[in-house]
Every structure is written in C-alpha cells, then in structure tokens.
C-alpha cells in the first residue's frame, strides 16, 4: 500500500532526465483506480502539466522520492497538450492513450482492459487486445477525479457524517484505491483516523462535496486506529471489524 501524501512532491525520472514533480493523482470513481499522475514540470514545460499513466512506471515504485518512468524526455514534451484544470474528457484521454500506444482502460471487463495490472502486452497487439475496439462511451461520460479536490469531502454514513477525506491509499501495483484515510475528530470526541474500504462507499456527490458509504457511524467509530507511522496488521483488524459487524463481502 502507498499514500497518494507521500507521493505529493515526488520527482518522476525519465530514461534522460526529470519530468517534473507530481502535484497530485485522477482516480476513476467507478474502478476506484489511478489511472494518471499529473505531474508539474517546473521550469522545463512552462506552465504545463502533463499527465503519467501508471503503465510507463517502472516497478518496483521506489519510496525514496523518486518515481523512474519508461519515457524520455522528448516523448513528454510532445505529449498532447491537456488543461489539467478543466474536466478531462474521453476525447483528450484517447488523444493521449492513442500517443503513447496504450490501451483504453476503460475497455473490457478488467481493472486496465487486458489485465489486472498496467503491464503493456510483450508483443504486438490486435486492435481489440488494445482497446481500440470498445463500447459506445458518451464524450462526457468520464469519471475522472482529482485526489487534491476530494482531500477535505465529508465523509456520509448511512446515519450522518463522521468524518472527512484526508488522504488515499493504493496497491502500487495495480494501482487501485483500496482505502480512504478519514480524520474522525471534528465530528466526535475521542476522535481518531480510520480506513474506510473503497467497497463499502456507495457514491461521491461531486455538488455537495460528499462521499456516501453503507457502514454506520457506529461502524466507522469502531473501526481500528489507524496511524501511517506504524507498520501493523491494520488491514487484518480491519477485516475482522468489518467482519464482526456483517460489513465484509
């Protein structure tokens, strides 16, 4: 598990060179995925972002601040253009996807179309096997949300709120969000943080600045401590909380 936190700030190597830094992540709020890092490129790009699929990061994700991409330099440079402060839409996504020769995610019945995992395929593929072939997707249906927007959304029991967003937690390989750090202290004496499992939220209501999940307040107030500093067997605990309390399916 990584912290979309601790990966704020981190410097994206590529094969000639820095990119930039990343400022912050869109997830799509269907799969509960990572699908890009948007990445400021400092004085090199001025005054453009650029997005970072997870299928140019190299694995292992290093944790010493430096994230090594299969790109050069030049490739970044002549991506298509995207205004990362606007909704981006499928439009630019096939723009960009069709650039770099990755497949459309959002085709198939997997989290990255072909697979599990943002791994390319080794040999060249068919235009189905790469998603080029896909379902009728509106121009504006597009689910991608900024992880610096919905840091600070309430988080809605099915009884009433509870807490806020405060920070997400991904598998760094297949880069899927499979928690939420929420901060219960505002809402409750003797508050604490907790993890709220992507499964258990219903919908995020992108008007009111929600996130709605099935459990109880009861539930998320026994959720665990969670604390990030401390290695643990959180998720076990987790998972037998959840369990207790009929939440786990």
Known sequence: MRSIRQLHGSTLHASDG?????????FDDEAWTIRYLVVDTG????????????????QPL???????????????????????????SR??????????GYPLYWSGGS?????????????????????????EVPPEDTHLRSTAAVTGYAIQASDGSIGHVEDFLFDDESWAVRYL????????????KVLLATRTIE??????SKVFTRLTREAVKNSPDYD??????????????????????
């Open 181 to 192: 750090v929420v901060d219960t202290r505002r809402w409750w004496p003797g508050g604490k």
């Open 228 to 249: 990030d500093s401390v290695e643990s067997d959180y998720e076990s605990r987790l998972y037998d909380a959840d369990r207790n309390q009929g939440h786990w399916s």
């Open 18 to 26: 820095d990119i930039g830094r990343v400022k912050e992540a869109y």
């Open 62 to 88: 290093g944790s010493g601040g430096i994230v090594e991409v299969a790109l050069t330099r030049e490739q970044v440079e002549r991506s298509p253009p995207i205004d990362t402060h606007q909704p981006v």
């Open 111 to 135: 989290l990255w179309a072909m697979g599990a995992y943002p791994v390319l395929a080794p040999v060249p593929a068919s235009d189905a096997e790469r998603g080029l072939v896909e379902r």
């Open 43 to 58: 004085g090199w790009l001025v005054g453009r972002d650029v997005l970072i699929s997870p299928y140019s990061v190299q």
């Open 91 to 100: 439009r630019h996504e096939r723009e960009y996807l069709d650039y770099y």
């Open 203 to 208: 919908r995020v209501d992108w008007a009111q």
